[in-house]
């Protein structure tokens, strides 16, 4: 009995080690691919380690080390970047999901428009888009890869698409070919509401394209 008991505490005891030993290379793991997954998205928005210097006030040194391996990340050096690249912090360091579905709603506003992300990172993405009135701001028509499509939650949407103008209400839809110069704002002196879809090429063009 006494044999069987210990033979039972030794074995409880060598699967538990293994355990630790997983979790302990699962983390390493994880580590190791920071580098990586950090090089992947400076480069899919399209900046330099000498801008993203400027935009995070992390040396490019440290950068390049980051994103070869040899610098450990730290909090302090990951917050900004998860800020520039506009994705959480867990992305960045590629930590399992907890099961939660929701998405965690981090608005980000560019040129007076405000996009509330509705899906995750990764392809197509989804965003509620607030548009505020903008007096006396002449529309600049813009053009990127991609096709966009917009659906008016609340207000009067004004869409120019190249040469034509097309007015859309609460309730309407548009797709176009973002190839094609455009540009969206408010149609009165309300904000207009939109839910808005677009691919990779989107969403550099409006969350990344900063102001001159």
């Known amino acids: 009995m006494l044999g069987s008991m210990g033979g039972e505490k030794g074995a409880k005891g060598e699967k538990g080690a293994k355990g630790e030993k997983g979790e302990k290379g699962d983390r390493q793991e994880r580590l190791a691919a920071v580098g990586p997954r950090l090089r992947d998205l400076r480069r899919r928005h399209g900046l330099t380690l000498a801008v993203l210097a400027e935009r995070t006030g992390i040396n490019e040194s440290t950068l390049s080390r980051l994103e070869g391996g040899t610098r450990k990340p730290t909090l302090d050096m990951l917050l900004p970047l998860a800020e520039v690249y506009a994705v959480p912090l867990d992305d960045l360091v590629g930590a399992p999901r907890t099961g939660d579905p929701r ?61 034509e103008t097309v007015i859309l209400k609460a309730g309407e839809a548009a797709e176009f070919d973002t190839r094609v110069p455009h540009w969206l704002g408010p149609d009165d002196r309300r904000t207009v509401e939109l839910l808005i879809l677009f691919g990779a090429q989107g969403e550099r063009a409006h969350l990344r394209a900063r102001t001159p």
């Open 103 to 163: 998405i965690h709603l981090r608005p980000v506003t560019r040129d007076g428009m405000t996009f509330v992300p509705l899906s995750r990172p990764g392809g197509v993405q989804a965003h509620k888009l607030l548009i505020p009135p903008r007096p006396g701001t002449e529309p600049r028509l813009r053009t990127h890869e991609g096709f966009e499509w917009v659906y008016v939650l609340a207000g009067r949407l004004r869409l120019l698409l190249g040469d």
